[in-house]
């Protein structure tokens, strides 16, 4: 798992961190390419340009309501899915992260 972000994290086992990634450079379309789902678990986003991205990319996404205009771009159940909670989206990454099938 890897989390991309500009704020100071800890060190996490099992978890790769990601700062000062640019749109476009060679780390931010191998991220794209190197992983199955996106995830952004977002409380409010006016226009998250990354759900297109990873559209394009072919990722599985989840995210929130709050991520506006995602549903221009995720089709519920078949690129992705948009949840009306942060828990409701961890639910189904669990699954997705236990069941290859449904992932594909």
């Known amino acids: 798992m890897t ?3 500009g ?3 800890d060190d996490c086992p ?28 977002t409380t409010c986003d006016a226009y998250p340009l990354v759900v297109g991205e990873a ?5 599985c996404i989840l ?4 991520a506006l205009g995602a549903s221009e771009v995720i089709e519920h159940g078949k690129n992705g899915y948009i949840f ?5 989206l961890l639910e189904c ?11 594909n």
């Open 3 to 5: 989390m991309v972000t």
């Open 7 to 9: 704020f100071p994290l």
């Open 14 to 41: 099992g978890l790769t961190i990601e700062k000062d990634v640019q749109y476009g450079q060679s780390k931010h379309i191998n991220l794209f390419l190197s992983h199955d789902i996106f995830v952004l678990p």
């Open 55 to 59: 559209a394009c990319a072919g990722l």
């Open 63 to 66: 995210t929130t309501n709050k």
């Open 84 to 88: 009306d909670s942060q828990a409701e």
């Open 93 to 103: 990454l669990t699954q997705l992260i236990e069941d290859r099938e449904k992932l």
